[in-house]
Structures are given as C-alpha cells and as structure tokens.
C-alpha cells in the first residue's frame, strides 16, 4: 500500500442487504461482539437495521468512543432504539446540549443527596431480603428486579407503592424487552408493547412532575427541578425532566445484574465472602455513604462485580468525522459501537480476565490503573462534562447497601444450579433465576 493509498476499512462482514447481521446481534449480542473481538481484534465492521457500524473494543476503543470530536451520541442509536428511550435524553445529546442537561440531573447525585438516600436504599434491601428468607429455597431474581426498580424510583419520587408503582414495575421490563425486539410496529409485537408501556411510564412521570412543581420535595425528581442551567439560568422543562427519569430508571436496571454476580460468588467463594462479612460488621449499622464508599474490601469486590457481569454488549455513538483507529479507517457517518463488555476483558490489561479476582484492583497489582479507560463500566472522565453515568456512584451504592445487608443479616445458602446467562435478553439473567436459601444469623 503506497503513502497515497487510504486506510482499509475494518475487517468483518456486512450480512444480507437491510438487515445485515441484525438477527444474529439479536440473538447474542454479547456473543457477537466476543466472537468478532476474537476474530478480528479491537475493531471489526458489520451492519445493523441497514445501517454500517464499527464495533470497537478495549482501553484505546473506550478513550476514543468518550472524544465528542470524533463520536458523537446524537443519531447513533438506531430509531426504534432512540424512541423507547424517549427521544433527546443524555446518551442521545452531545456539546453544550448535554453538559447543560447534566448539569440539571447532576443535581439528584450530589453526595449530600446520597447521603440522604441510603436510609430508604438500606429499608428497601432489609424488605427485600426478608421477603426472599420467608420463602425458604426460593428462585430471587424477581425480588432482585424489583428492589433495583422500587428503590430508584422511591429515591426519585418518593414514592414507594401503590398503583403508580405497580404499574411502572410491570412496564420496565416491556420497555427493555422492546429495545432488543425488531422495530416491527404491529399490533401484539413486543416493539408495540413497548412503546405503549412507555406511553404509561411517560404519563406517570409527567404527573410526577406536576405534583413536584406544585409541592417541592427534596428526592430525586426535586433536586432536578430545584436546579438551573449554568447558561440562562433557565429550569428543565417538564418533557426533559420526564426523559431523563426514564433514562435514570432504564441505566438503574445495571444493579440487579450485579446483585446476581454477588449471589453466583457467594457460592463458589465462601472464604472472600468471609472477609467481606467481617469488614461488614465493623460498620456501624447505619453507615452511611462516605463510611460504606472507604471499605477497601467491599470496593475491590463491587468492581470486579461491576467488571465481571455481562450487563451490555454494546453502546451506541456515530462517527463525527472519518476516524483512523488501528490501522483502519472508519468512515464518517457510520455507526460507532463501543464493546462494553468484552473492554472489560482485554486480557491486555486484566491478567485472567474470565477468573474473578478482586484483588486485581488492590495495590500493587492495582490493574485498572494501567490505562486512565480500562476500568469505565458506567464510563470515564469527568461526569459533568463526558457521558459518564449521573448515577456511577449511586448504582454501585444500592448494591453495595443490599450487600451489607445481606452479609450483616443472613447465612447464605447457593445450591449448585445452571449459571448460564440467557443471552437473547438484556440485561441477560441466569437460566436458574438465582436459587438461593437464607437463614436469619
């Protein structure tokens, strides 16, 4: 190839006209993306819902993916992905735009608000478990779901039963079974049930807001409509307020697929659990954030969690400009999508990277630390300017909470079961729906 010649595009397939490899994306998503890791190294092409996309993976992948002059988040989703999350929210906006809209949601993750949380965080795990060791050997996954979505929403509504909840707690999983569903827009496709369910999610969150506007309360939803924007002064609009609830509630769904790894390594490694629970107890039992973020152990453990728990195969962005990147060129225009799992498993950075080890995070192996982006499971950078995750401390909190809980208050019992992740669902969930025994200590 002569100086004058231009990059080869990334190596990989493209599939059948329209629909490319959609079906097989589909059908494993994260399976798509390890095979073509595999296969082809850090960037590979195909084309999803007719659309041309690189699919980019590891450390040098998420730092590009996180460069708003060479991504942009604005028209990288596809359509039917954009509309069930509610149109022009935070993973769609980039510039001013975003930095402006995070600014208003910022608001309800300040760590004096989290601080707040954590007694309403601690009552929803204590309910939770309870309900769980009443039944005696029982499958916990929906108790699991539905203490990640009663506890988000109680934190940021205030509200924690009743109609209004049951409802939302019915259409979440219909709105996410709907972003991995063909866009098909007939009547009884999981698609149409999704948008309907958002319709109801949206309504609910509206009248929400016309509650909070009318009576202020100092949760979530408040702390956002109290705030005003750095430029003009001006508050968010009730339709931006109602987005980006709805964004915090489907980003929130991360917790209870990390709670499932917890359960899984519970099983196969008393000993580690041992540790944690001794550094449990010597917190006092109404620790709060600052007290429960310092414990070292439980730190480790939450990021290798965070690290090891297949949540996402992929994040959408689009190519601002053409972008050289490994030896490759990316047109502009087409989809970016940044390989959200299998970065956390560059054996170049983390040594055994299927093994679950947290002390590959403790000093002095300390591995994240060998690329400012090898560790960003709710992103990198500076949070109020990149599109790291408004709730990277809340999410890891709630499950962290639930922990304590569960190590303070209960022996656990992991019966051996099938652990394999049905990866036609997102977030995928263990084939045996975590089968669990506790016992009041």
Not at 76 to 93: I, K, R, S, W, Y
Not at 269 to 282: H, Q, T
Not at 303 to 311: C, I, L, S
Request: proline share 9%; charged share 25%; with cysteine.
């Amino acid at each position: 190839m002569s100086q004058a010649d231009p990059l080869p595009l990334p190596p990989g397939r493209g599939g059948p006209p329209i629909i490319g490899e959609t079906l097989r994306f589909l059908k494993d998503g994260l399976g798509f993306v390890e095979r073509g890791v595999a296969e082809h190294g850090p960037v590979f092409r195909t084309s999803l819902l007719g659309k041309k996309a690189a699919v980019i993976s590891g450390p040098e992948a998420t730092a590009l993916f996180n460069d708003e002059t060479r991504v942009a988040r604005r028209g990288g989703m596809p359509p039917n992905v954009q509309t069930l999350f509610a149109g022009e929210v935070l993973p769609a906006l980039d510039g001013e735009a975003h930095r402006e809209r995070k600014h208003f949601v910022l608001s309800a993750f300040s760590h004096e608000a989290l601080e707040s949380y954590v007694p309403k965080i601690r009552a929803h795990a204590r309910r939770t478990l309870a309900a769980i060791a009443a039944r005696g050997e029982t499958q916990a996954l929906p108790e699991l779901q539905r203490f990640t979505l009663a506890t988000i929403l109680d934190l940021m509504l205030d509200v924690s039963e009743g109609p209004t909840i049951e409802q939302l707690l019915a259409d979440y999983p219909r709105i996410i079974d709907g972003l991995i569903a063909l866009p098909v827009p007939l009547p009884g496709t999981a698609y149409t049930r999704a948008k309907k369910a958002l319709a109801r999610a949206l309504a609910a969150f509206g009248a929400e807001v016309e509650r909070h506007r009318a009576a202020p309360r100092d949760d979530g939803l408040g702390r956002i409509l109290a705030a005003r924007s750095p430029r003009d002064g001006r508050a968010i609009t009730d339709e931006e307020a109602k987005g980006e609830l709805h964004h915090v509630v489907i980003a929130g769904f991360i917790v209870w697929c990390w709670l499932v790894s917890v359960f899984k390594e519970i099983g196969r490694r008393p000993e580690l659990f041992g540790k944690l629970r001794a550094e449990a107890l010597a917190l006092p039992p109404d620790a709060g954030f600052s007290a429960i973020d310092a414990a070292p152990l439980m730190s480790h453990a939450m990021m290798e969690v965070m690290r090891h728990t297949p949540v996402l195969p992929i994040v959408f962005g689009k190519a601002a400009t053409e972008i050289t990147f490994e030896g490759h060129r990316i047109p502009k225009g087409w989809m970016i999508l940044w390989g959200w799992s299998s970065s956390h498993h560059e054996p170049s950075v983390y040594r055994d990277p299927a093994s679950f080890d947290p002390e590959r995070f403790a000093p002095p192996r300390s591995e994240h630390a060998q690329h400012p982006c090898a560790f960003a499971p709710q992103g990198s950078g500076d949070v109020a300017r990149t599109h790291k995750c408004v709730g990277y401390e809340l999410a890891p909190l709630m499950a962290k909470v639930f922990v304590l809980e569960l190590l303070r208050g209960y022996e656990v019992q992991v019966p051996e079961q099938d652990w394999s992740f049905d990866k036609a669902r997102l977030p995928p969930a263990p084939r045996s729906r975590v089968l669990v025994r506790l016992g009041a200590r």
